[in-house]
Nanobody, 123 residues
């Protein structure tokens, strides 16, 4: 199983980015998916999660209204649309897959992780 995240980069505050994560998972539609981030010196935490097939989502307060998670099960891909980015959003972003219905917010619920993509937001 491989998860390949892409789309990170440098953006000014107030800007937008879209992250993508393509998964080489058999029966991708049976996996809940999540995006986590880890800033230097901080623990890795959830920023968005989506259920396996009915589109239910979860966002922490810190990104609610700014980030949107979506998935295309036909393409084995999950996306994270990030708007109105702030310098505190700077982090390495990881996608992850959980063999559950979800959405799941616990790190331990996820069995597979991507390699991470760096998002840097300048002020």
């Amino acid at each position: 199983v491989q998860l390949q995240a892409s789309g990170g980069g440098l953006v000014q505050a107030g800007g937008s980015l879209r992250l993508s994560c393509e998964a080489s998972i058999r029966d991708f539609s049976s996996y809940a998916m999540g995006w986590f981030r880890q800033a230097t010196g901080n623990q890795r935490g959830i920023v968005a999660a989506i259920s396996s097939s009915d589109g239910r989502t979860y966002y922490p307060d810190s990104v609610q209204g700014r980030f949107t998670i979506s998935r295309d099960n036909a393409k084995n891909t999950v996306y994270l649309h990030m708007n109105n980015l702030k310098p505190e959003d700077t982090a390495v972003y990881y996608c992850a897959a959980s063999p559950t219905i979800g959405p799941r917010i616990e790190r331990h619920a996820y069995d597979y992780w991507g390699q991470g993509t760096l998002v840097t937001v300048s002020s």
